[in-house]
């Protein structure tokens, strides 16, 4: 029947409402609510798209095979790679050593194989620091807010100013010893701010939602809060900037390595056998192991945060 307010002149013809019968109106499978269908999170999701995606597959076997060397290389050769002789000075490859020698006589197979134990290792721990204090900053600057995150954001915008390579290398020839761990400490100094930014604005995204409200009615303490309910909502993007930034801690260390700033000249690394060998790049392949070497794994991390962040990104997923 006609809609009529009341108070309201008379409705013109045209304009009237109807509504029909229950009975009458068809209800659509798409319509219906699976009651029986278990519910499904963001990394489940996540979890499934990465495994159709080739990119991923092809990435996470990539550094699933450079994790499985850097840990284990006495399973790929069981040459020292510190052992050089000057009878072998640019022998050609044999049986046992594929690659050759390099001017030194040092086994080139045995150092590639080495050497990416303490370029993934300075990776690895430059990340987790990167993201320990980036995330732990930025996610108290952007939920507490106020005076701290003033200090926060100042002190993250002058960091900001200074190249990370360039930073490193006047802060490494400061260093009288050079170690894994100083490399480490000093590339997680100067690029926590990205971490941070990125932290501190998905924390205050996830700030103001429903679920933190919830708490704060229940009684939850604001800290308790924070680390229960906001991180875990607001940790993804972290995770893409981090897998991202490990394959740029590796290249960073390469080249500090290569100009002789970086990790000490025992310690064999990809980074300083190609400063070693650099005169020998017109004659010889000597560069082409360690090179390669070190653009695949950053290659393969690089893919790896590609994939990750499409599947964590809503916009972009696919349906």
């Given at each position: 029947?006609?809609?009529?307010?009341?108070?309201?002149?008379?409705?013109?013809?045209?304009?009237?409402?109807?509504?029909?019968?229950?009975?009458?109106?068809?209800?659509?499978?798409?319509?219906?609510?699976?009651?029986?269908?278990?519910?499904?999170?963001?990394?489940?999701?996540?979890?499934?798209?990465?495994?159709?995606?080739?990119?991923?597959?092809?990435?996470?076997?990539?550094?699933?095979?450079?994790?499985?060397?850097?840990?284990?290389?006495?399973?790929?050769?069981?040459?020292?790679?510190?052992?050089?002789?000057?009878?072998?000075?640019?022998?050609?490859?044999?049986?046992?050593?594929?690659?050759?020698?390099d001017k030194q006589g040092c086994d080139i197979?045995?150092?590639?194989?080495?050497?990416?134990?303490?370029?993934?290792?300075?990776?690895?721990?430059?990340?987790?620091?990167?993201?320990?204090?980036?995330?732990?900053?930025?996610?108290?600057?952007?939920?507490?807010?106020?005076?701290?995150?003033?200090?926060?954001?100042?002190?993250?915008?002058?960091?900001?100013?200074?190249?990370?390579?360039?930073?490193?290398?006047?802060?490494?020839?400061?260093?009288?010893?050079?170690?894994?761990?100083?490399?480490?400490?000093?590339?997680?100094?100067?690029s926590w701010p990205q971490a941070a930014r990125?932290?501190?604005?998905?924390?205050?995204?996830?700030?103001?939602?429903?679920?933190?409200?919830?708490?704060?009615?229940?009684?939850?303490?604001?800290?308790?809060?924070?680390?229960?309910?906001?991180?875990?909502?607001?940790?993804?993007?972290?995770?893409?900037?981090?897998?991202?930034?490990?394959?740029?801690?590796?290249?960073?260390?390469?080249?500090?390595?290569?100009?002789?700033?970086?990790?000490?000249?025992?310690?064999?690394?990809?980074?300083?056998?190609?400063?070693?060998?650099q005169k020998e790049i017109r004659t010889s392949?000597?560069?082409?192991?360690?090179?390669?070497?070190?653009?695949?794994?950053?290659?393969?991390?690089?893919?790896?945060?590609?994939?990750?962040?499409?599947?964590?990104?809503?916009?972009?997923?696919?349906?």
């Amino acid at each position: 029947m006609p809609d009529r307010k009341l108070g309201v002149s008379e409705i013109r013809p045209g304009q009237e409402h109807f509504v029909a019968p229950p009975d009458e109106v068809e209800v659509l499978a798409t319509d219906r609510l699976d009651e029986t269908a278990a519910p499904t999170s963001v990394w489940r999701e996540a979890w499934k798209q990465l495994r159709r995606n080739p990119i991923f597959i092809v990435a996470a076997l990539l550094i699933l095979f450079i994790v499985l060397v850097a840990v284990w290389p006495q399973l790929f050769t069981g040459v020292d790679p510190r052992y050089c002789s000057g009878d072998f000075s640019m022998h050609r490859p044999s049986s046992g050593h594929p690659f050759g020698y390099d001017k030194q006589g040092c086994d080139i197979y045995a150092r590639t194989i080495y050497g990416a134990r303490a370029s993934v290792a300075t990776g690895l721990g430059a990340t987790l620091l990167f993201v320990f204090i980036g995330g732990t900053l930025g996610a108290l600057a952007g939920y507490y807010g106020g005076l701290l995150d003033a200090v926060i954001s100042r002190v993250a915008e002058i960091f900001f100013a200074l190249p990370l390579t360039l930073a490193a290398i006047v802060l490494m020839q400061l260093l009288a010893t050079r170690t894994i761990w100083t490399v480490m400490l000093t590339l997680a100094s100067f690029s926590w701010p990205q971490a941070a930014r990125i932290a501190r604005g998905a924390v205050i995204q996830s700030r103001n939602s429903e679920y933190v409200t919830a708490a704060k009615a229940l009684g939850v303490s604001r800290f308790r809060t924070l680390v229960r309910h906001v991180l875990p909502n607001a940790v993804s993007p972290l995770i893409v900037v981090s897998t991202i930034s490990l394959g740029v801690f590796i290249v960073t260390e390469a080249t500090l390595s290569y100009l002789g700033v970086g990790l000490s000249r025992q310690i064999v690394s990809w980074g300083s056998d190609i400063a070693a060998n650099q005169k020998e790049i017109r004659t010889s392949a000597i560069l082409f192991y360690p090179a390669t070497a070190l653009a695949l794994t950053v290659l393969s991390f690089i893919m790896l945060g590609d994939a990750v962040s499409d599947a964590l990104d809503p916009k972009a997923r696919k349906r």
